[in-house]
């Protein structure tokens, strides 16, 4: 009955993580999912001490990697993994809401991109401020608008352009990202003439070249930073 129960929660777990949507109680249900599925093993098996150790550790890792004291990061080093982070979903379908790899939006790779460069280097680097902005990233969803509206003081308005057309890259740095004046698209800047961005028109993620007659370009935009990777 235990042990099922225990292969249905790894079920449950790879089923959520796997799921493309990200959403507050979907979030929840994953940290409840993985909970169960590192609890069950100590009922299954109490007398097994590789058993006991292995969950203590699953447990003990991740609280102690956010009670970290924070670093000081160096911030060209995390902004060009953010931009590797995003550029590693190049192809990955667009899906409304999406945050994974079965799935992503246009604010999620924005998210993605430096949520998965700061749990990295956060991790590698013992920097517990950067775990926990990913951890925060992480659980607080954000649309482009909520983004270039300064989301929970995490980002901040560089400027605003006629068009990706015609904005000046000398201003920008890689991982700043435009939202459209209305709110409804968001693009990262690469390098430079390159902006990725998951496109609902394109069906999927994927790199543009300026000059372009593409929609997203053509329209009034407000370029937008994170504040974790202001230089």
Known sequence: MVLGGWVLSL???AALFWHPISSRPIRGAQL???AGAMVAPLVLWPRSRTIRAASAAALIVPVVLL???AREARVSTLRASSVEQMQSFEGVRYVWGGEA???VDCSGLVRQGLLRAALRRGIRTLDGGLVRRAASIWWNDASARALAQGHLGQTRVVMEAASLNSVATDRLLPGDFAV???GVHALAYVDGNRWISADPNLG???TVRTP??????NVPVRIVRWRTLDS
Do not use: N, Y
């Open 11 to 13: 079920v449950a777990t």
């Open 32 to 34: 409840l999912a993985l």
């Open 67 to 69: 009670a970290l004291p």
């Open 101 to 103: 790899r079965t799935g």
């Open 180 to 182: 459209t004046r209305d």
């Open 204 to 206: 999927g993620v994927a």
């Open 212 to 217: 372009t007659d593409m929609r997203w370009f």
